[in-house]
């Protein structure tokens, strides 16, 4: 029996006895497809665990206060966008009550006074509310964009003390949206101010809970048990595991709905995949199979359209080893990697869809869909003609926190790779795109991870604000926590920070996780090795680079003592870029900013000296 904090939420279906005398059938089918279709993956995208049902109502556990509040309103939301066309005699309504305290934990149990004041909280909600403790409401009232209104102290039952409550305050936050009327084509969620919010909370916050609309479309999967073909009942555990780690990595990714390991647990046996696709709503369906034999395990695997039934994507693995749990989580990564992500085959084929469009059908998506590919070839011509594809977006759709986003990105993207001849107006223009993307409200999950995403390096190349980078770099890797390419592209804004120690982490992660990681994961993990002074390690990663990062390399031969290699590099820089200085090397392409925050970078620029690059 052990013992430790956690938020419940307690929620309750309001007069369920009333709508089950009406309609027994009709009630029960509602809301069991509430559970399925709107709790359990809520929760679970959330970070929460469902550890208790009962007829109509659940209790639920979340290590973070705030993903649990978060996850509270979502529901709410999720409830009214549902409830919109039903009559209102038969509509489903439940109270919400959150409670942050020490519970008692038995198995998959949760006791004590933790939960019991949260489900007494929830008797206080009015339908369609939320009420939480004092102790909620000081943790997240500034981390969030919505408010609360105090109860005073209320005695509750079995409870001694009276208990300070308040109710979350939903204005100017709507409950149902502008697409309500449109069942099955938007994942309804709540909104959170993404630039406020992150100010506060400093990243700490899951910002799961935002509304997906038209213009930031999800895409819906349901994982089946991986087929057992090793003969050996015994060895069916393997394949559901596989499963389930693959369900949990691809629920992290903003853009992608996944059906909960319950629902899509019952195809355990052959069945259509078109079946599955009209049973569960989804747009596509990961299935394979496991064949177990000694330490060797063998793991197909394919992503299939479910409207069609044609195969998207396919591909084996061979593993050795006796750790199964290892197994799983590596063979889990690298479908992840190729799945979901931004480079995944998902979003490729989203990609493809949006092309096939006429322009005057073109959606908000189908424009960040269609620069999208023009901006992950990282040329200089299709970075132009992402950007130019995304204004064009941003002139029908002039509100737009998606396009802003990725316009603001093209503009970082010529600054990086000295694609312009005016780098102080580009910034410029980053910041100003950036900066009214984060300030638009009720974002999606997709453009939350993208604004915090973009204003990392924003804030480091127009302020030299290190921290704030930081902050934005953390708040978007949160979001994501299982995509090697983000991780890896978020770690540098820590290197020049001075979070080195994490960005070695994330990037050692990022490298583990991915099965074909970029030339570029490895130049991040040397500059990083570097200013953790640890300069072999720096060398014998950048050499593992089809093109060495020639200043690393250079100011790691010199931390070591190797003049003669330090030199070398040094010549090999100019030779590619000519009158190069350690004045330029200071600061970034605008000119105007430092490349790392102080002593790391006086401590750089020493080594580059030392290795012989002209000081001006």
């Known amino acids: 029996m052990d013992r430790k904090l956690a938020a419940i939420l307690a929620a309750d279906v309001v007069g369920y006895s009333t709508l089950m005398e009406q309609d027994e059938q009709g009630t029960f089918e509602r809301l069991r497809s509430g559970r399925k279709e709107l709790f359990e993956p809520e929760i679970a995208r959330h970070h929460g665990r469902i550890f208790k049902l009962m007829g109509d109502g659940l209790l639920a556990e979340f290590g973070s ?233 063998r793991v197909t695997a394919q992503l299939v359209d479910a409207s069609t039934g044609e195969h998207v994507w396919a591909d084996r693995y061979d593993e050795e080893g006796s750790d199964v749990a290892a197994l799983q989580d590596d063979v889990a990564n690298r479908i992840y990697a190729t799945v979901a992500g931004m480079k995944g085959e998902i979003r490729k084929k989203e990609e493809t869809d949006a092309w096939s469009k006429s322009a005057p059908s073109l959606e908000e998506y189908d424009y960040y869909l269609r620069g999208h590919q023009f901006f992950f070839r990282f040329t200089k011509e299709g970075n132009e003609k992402a950007r130019a594809i995304w204004q064009e977006g941003l002139a029908k759709f002039p509100d737009s926190a998606l396009l802003r986003t990725k316009i603001a990105a093209s503009y970082m993207q010529n600054l990086y790779n000295d694609w312009t001849d005016e780098p102080w107006p580009d910034t410029e223009m980053a910041w100003k795109m950036g900066t009214e993307a984060a300030a638009i409200p009720h974002k999606s999950r997709l453009e939350t991870l993208l604004s915090h995403w973009m204003m990392a390096p924003v804030y480091q190349l127009h302020d030299a604000d290190f921290e704030r980078s930081v902050v934005e770099a953390q708040a978007a890797a949160k979001l994501v926590p299982y995509d090697a390419f983000a991780r890896a592209d978020l770690a540098s804004y820590l290197i020049s920070a001075g979070k080195y120690d994490l960005a070695i982490e994330w990037l050692e992660e990022s490298i583990r996780r991915d099965a074909s990681p970029m030339d570029w994961y490895f130049g991040y993990l040397a500059m990083a090795y570097y200013f953790a002074d640890r300069p072999a390690d720096s060398v014998a990663t950048l050499q593992k680079m089809k093109a060495p990062l020639n200043l690393y390399l250079a100011a790691a031969y010199a931390r070591l003592g190797k003049l003669d290699e330090a030199r070398a590099s040094i010549a090999k820089l100019l030779e590619a870029k000519p009158g190069w200085t350690v004045e330029k090397e200071a600061v970034w392409p605008t000119t105007k900013q430092p490349q790392h925050v102080e002593p790391l970078l006086s401590t750089y620029l020493a080594d580059l000296a030392k290795a012989g690059l002209p000081a001006k």
């Open 65 to 297: 206060v705030v993903d649990a509040v978060e996850c509270a309103v979502s529901l709410q939301r999720g409830l009214a966008e549902r409830n919109v066309n039903v009559p209102e005699d038969q509509r489903i309504q439940v109270r919400i009550g959150i409670n942050l305290g020490e519970v008692i934990v038995e198995g998959d149990d949760c006791y004590g006074d933790g939960v019991n004041i949260a489900a007494r909280l929830e008797q206080l909600a009015d339908p369609g509310g939320i009420c939480v403790s004092a102790k909620v409401a000081r943790e997240v009232e500034k981390k969030l964009s919505f408010g609360f209104e105090a109860m005073g102290e209320q005695k509750v039952k079995n409870i001694a003390e009276p208990i300070q409550t308040f109710r979350v305050k939903f204005d100017g936050i709507p409950l149902v949206s502008r697409h309500a009327g449109k069942p099955g084509k938007y994942w309804a969620t709540v909104a959170v101010s993404g630039l406020l919010a992150l100010l506060i909370a400093g990243g700490g916050a899951w910002y799961a809970l935002q509304p997906e609309e038209a213009h930031a479309r999800e895409s819906s999967i349901a994982v089946l048990p991986f087929a057992n073909m090793s003969g050996d009942p015994a060895q069916d555990y393997l394949g559901s595991g596989i499963a389930e780690d693959i369900i949990t990595m691809l629920s992290s990714y903003p853009g992608l709905r996944v059906v909960s390991r319950t629902s899509s647990s019952v195809y355990d046996k052959p069945v259509k995949v078109q079946q599955v696709g009209e049973d569960l709503k989804v747009s596509y369906v990961i299935e394979g199979s496991v064949r177990k034999a000694g330490g060797n395990v």
